[in-house]
């Protein structure tokens, strides 16, 4: 019998057993003609000896609670398709609905991807026992997830196409504290994202138009815990939130909110269906992420000042201008393109300058999801 | 490694593609112990992999390395944490509009 992943006792297990595996159900795959998605993950290098020296002493009871937990995978049954997978009616679907959601889940699988590519290669770099044990850990949950996501395609006939690998690719850098404040706020937003939906529909069942929103809340609980992992580990270097890193903090809330803002104004039919105002839900979903990174930022965005709204509209719409100038092309496609830029950075600007909201960081970061 | 040179280097490499519904991954690892630094490019060797649906493959191959000269991974070091953004969930289809 071939053993599932969700029958695995251990993380390590798990993790053998994906890698071990192999059930052989590639009919379905190959029958049908597919349209077929070239998956085009980044890849990232960092400065890994930094990363290897970190050292969670100063929160191992958190620490060691929050791995335990992992190791245990509450989730590891979730991710499975069971009587509640509804039949989708793709071919009934409104062709403007069905690309942007197409697209909605084509992104959110390149990310799982790349989240588990960076956190795999800062696995196999690193020795520190405790980074490298959570790393492995938040790799299986991103392929999982992946995985989870790229079955929803199937169904809709869109083959993900892992060929990359083959092409010659560019290996970027980051620095350390800079992957901890972006994924951190990352998975946190995701997390509030996705409860943000679930809680939604909830409500209102009827706008519930593929059964994959049914899986988010339990999802969303592996985004929040990766999000307590980077809690932890920036606690253990206070530097890392004080002193002129509160500028760089408050340049990634910045860049993350309008980042999301921008996009999800892309997607005005998948907003519609799921019968959520985009503005609604970019607030909401700000809101909580502000509430839960009190527990690690020393600040917070004013997202109630009025020069905010007023700053995303402004860059959403110098965006729009931007993409229309290089369709365009040309000369006038140019200054277009600059000029759309310069608004762009100038509504960015507005944005940071925001005074922020100062705040008092607890003793201990921890959190658990409560929305 | 050169101010400006680029150097190509090959290594043989492991490569995993797993296309299963619990885990879709695909992972390069190089089994001589190179090491990437920014900037650096690679290109595995070969036809294209390609799990089918529910299995997982893994190959041994050869990479070849493309070397960053000395300037360009300083340019790369510098001017890589610009791309950070690319790390959230909702940034990453170039399309403005769809």
Not at chain 1, 145 to 168: C, M, P, S, W, Y
Not at chain 1, 321 to 326: G, L, P, V
Not at chain 2, 71 to 94: A, I, K, N, P, Q
Request: aromatic share 12%; net charge negative.
């Amino acid at each position: 019998m071939n053993m599932h992943t969700a029958d695995a006792v251990t993380a390590e297990e798990s993790i053998a057993i994906q890698e071990r595996q192999a059930a052989f159900d590639s009919k379905a795959a190959t029958a049908v003609a597919m349209q077929d998605t070239l998956l085009t993950p980044r890849f990232y290098t960092t400065d890994f000896d930094e990363l290897d020296a970190i050292d969670v002493s100063s929160v191992r009871e958190d620490w060691d609670k929050l791995i335990a937990q992992m190791v245990s995978d509450p989730n590891k049954g979730h991710f499975k398709k069971n009587e509640d997978w509804d039949h989708v009616d793709w071919d009934g679907m409104d062709p403007t609905l069905r690309k942007e959601f197409i697209d909605f889940l084509i992104s959110s699988c390149t990310a799982e991807f790349s989240g588990c590519v960076l956190y795999k290669e800062m696995k196999r770099r690193g020795s520190n026992k405790d980074i490298t044990q959570l790393f492995q850990l938040m790799a299986r949950d991103e392929a999982r997830h992946a995985g989870f996501i790229n079955d929803a395609l199937r169904e809709a006939g869109v083959a993900v196409n892992l060929g990359f690998l083959t092409q010659k690719k560019k290996y970027t850098y980051f620095r350390p504290k800079f992957i901890y404040y972006a994924t951190y706020l990352s998975e946190k937003i995701g997390y509030a994202r996705y409860i943000t939906i679930f809680r939604h529909l909830e409500a209102h069942p009827e706008h519930r138009f593929h059964p994959i929103f049914k899986w988010f809340q339990e999802w969303c609980n592996d985004e929040f815990s990766h999000g307590e992992a980077f809690a932890l580990l920036m606690k253990t270097d206070p530097k890392l939130t004080s002193g002129g890193n509160v500028w760089w903090i408050k340049f990634f809330l910045t860049a993350v909110y309008s980042t999301m803002h921008v996009r999800d104004h892309q997607r005005p039919a998948f907003h519609a269906a799921l019968g959520v105002d985009t503005d609604w839900y970019g607030h909401e979903v700000f809101t909580k992420t502000s509430e839960l990174s009190k527990q690690i930022f020393p600040i917070t965005l004013d997202i109630e000042h009025p020069r905010w709204a007023r700053g995303l509209k402004r860059l959403q719409a110098a965006n729009a201008d931007i993409a229309e100038a290089k369709e365009r092309g040309g000369l006038s496609g140019w200054l277009g393109k600059t000029w759309g830029s310069a608004r762009a950075a100038a509504a960015f600007v507005s944005l940071y300058t925001i005074p922020s909201v100062p705040n008092r960081v607890p003793e201990s970061p921890r959190l658990e999801p409560a929305y | 490694m050169g101010l400006l040179t680029k150097e190509v280097e090959r290594a043989p490499c492991t490569v995993e593609i797993s296309h299963k519904f619990e885990s879709l991954h695909a992972h390069v690892r190089f089994d001589n112990g190179a090491v990437i630094y920014p900037g650096d490019e690679v290109k595995v060797q070969g036809p294209e992999i390609m799990a089918p649906f529910g299995e997982i493959v893994t190959e041994q191959r050869m990479a070849t390395i493309f070397r960053a000269s000395k300037l360009e991974r300083l340019w790369t070091r510098l001017t890589g944490d610009l791309e950070v953004m690319e790390l959230c969930e909702f940034s990453f289809s170039d399309e403005v509009t769809l």
